[in-house]
């Protein structure tokens, strides 16, 4: 008999990616990369999760070639020669241990501190100016700087192929640029990248279809989004799954292979009157296979990681094999379990869960 802890770690073939299993270590920034270079120590780090049976790892956010892509030095480039070469020795890595690695894309926005490293000369870029507090602090960005970010990040996703990468996922969520777009209070443009919910999707989907003339028809490309953003719990891009799915649809168009939708419980219904997640009615909505990711395996959801540096104790999965039992989502993301426990992947597999390991604030400190 099949049980549904055989089918989350069953192989599967989605969206142009061959997994070992249903198993993907979430993306999280974690500020090792001195110079915006990874070294051999973020190589190994993330060596160590495919060895012990993670499917699919997405890398922290790296960034794209733009100087106010990020506010921290430590954050990895996608761009320069050091820091490819770099990323060229984590796929290596990751590939000599039998596992499969994408890396996260990112530009922080309006959501980077003025004047801080590595470009303190630079100056922020958003749609409108306005922070997600919705203040104005910079000019709206321009077209040319539009065209400029769609060009880096088609740049970056070229890279990730040339590299050797498994594909790539785009960083539409939390808040940061792309999300600011998509987002009604940080996006306030009357040209034609703002507007109604469609109009200001125009940004992410020039994107993914840049991304997708730069890597071709066969290079999978993962898109993250989220309702939420950082200290704005409560938003929502889309408050009814008819607006989510007019949302959904020119990604869908411009060439998005899989929807990574980001919760911070993967248990929580998106909406009213039914127990579809975030993810279920993503993958409900546009056929697509989805991740669905938030407090696998921990009982504390992750943002009061940052609120009040609080840990989490180790939770069963039970709930988790449900939903995926019942198809809701095809691929599991964990982020702090895996953070702090290379082996957690393999630990569950093996029903080693006595010897799961709570998540702590110090596991932030080092690349274990
Ligand atoms: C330390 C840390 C850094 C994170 N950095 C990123 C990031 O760079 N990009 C991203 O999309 N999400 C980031 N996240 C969110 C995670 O990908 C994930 O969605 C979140 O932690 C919820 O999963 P969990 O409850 O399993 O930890 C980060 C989370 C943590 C804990």
């Given at each position: ?7 989350l ?19 999280m920034?974690?500020?090792?990369s001195?110079?915006?270079?990874p070294g ?33 030095p ?8 050091a ?8 796929v ?30 630079a ?5 409108s ?7 104005k602090v ?19 996703a ?10 790539v ?13 998509l ?7 009357t ?31 993962v898109?993250?989004l ?11 891009l889309?408050k ?21 939708c ?8 998106e ?8 993810a279920g ?10 991740i669905?990711?938030?407090?696998v395996?921990?009982?504390e959801e992750?943002?009061q990681?940052f ?16 939903r995926?039992?019942r ?21 569950i597999r ?13 596991a ?5």
């Open positions: 008999m099949t049980t549904a802890l055989d089918i770690f069953q192989p599967i073939e989605l969206g142009g990616l061959k997994l070992a299993n249903r198993i993907v270590m979430a993306p920034t974690r500020a090792f001195p110079n915006g270079v051999e120590n973020v190589a190994a780090y993330y060596r160590r999760r495919a060895e012990n049976g993670v499917g699919l790892i997405v890398t922290e956010g790296t960034l794209i070639n733009h100087p106010a892509a990020t506010d921290n430590n954050v990895p480039n996608f761009h320069g020669e820091a490819l070469q770099g990323w060229a020795k984590v290596e890595e990751v590939h000599a241990a039998g596992g499969k690695i994408i890396p996260q894309i990112w530009h922080v926005g309006m959501t980077r501190k003025p004047n801080s490293l590595p470009h303190p000369e100056h922020s870029i958003g749609p100016g306005l922070t997600l507090e919705g203040k910079e000019e709206p960005m321009t077209e040319e700087e539009i065209t400029q970010v769609i060009a880096a990040f088609a740049q970056a070229a890279d990730a192929k040339k590299l050797g990468f498994d594909g996922e785009l960083h539409g969520a939390h808040g940061y640029l792309i999300d600011q777009f987002w009604e209070r940080t996006n306030q443009r040209d034609r990248y703002g507007g109604d919910l469609v109009e200001r999707t125009r940004f992410a989907a020039e994107i993914v279809a840049a991304c997708r003339a730069a890597v071709g028809p066969d290079f999978p490309i898109l993250r989220s309702q939420w953003k950082s200290a704005q719990y409560d938003a929502k889309a009814t799954p008819e607006e989510l799915e007019q949302l959904l649809k020119p990604l869908v168009e411009a060439g998005v292979d899989i929807f990574h980001s919760t911070r419980r993967f248990w929580e219904p909406f009213e009157g039914s127990d579809l997640n975030f009615w993503t993958k409900k909505l546009t056929g697509k296979p989805v669905t990711v938030g407090s395996g921990l009982n992750f943002m990681l609120r009040e540096g609080k840990g989490a104790d180790v939770a069963d999965i039970d709930g988790l094999l449900e995926l039992e198809g809701e989502f095809d691929l599991v993301a964990v982020g702090r379990a895996l953070l702090a426990d290379p082996a957690w992947a393999a630990k093996d029903n080693r869960l006595d010897e799961l390991i709570p998540f702590q604030a110090e932030l400190k080092t690349l274990v």
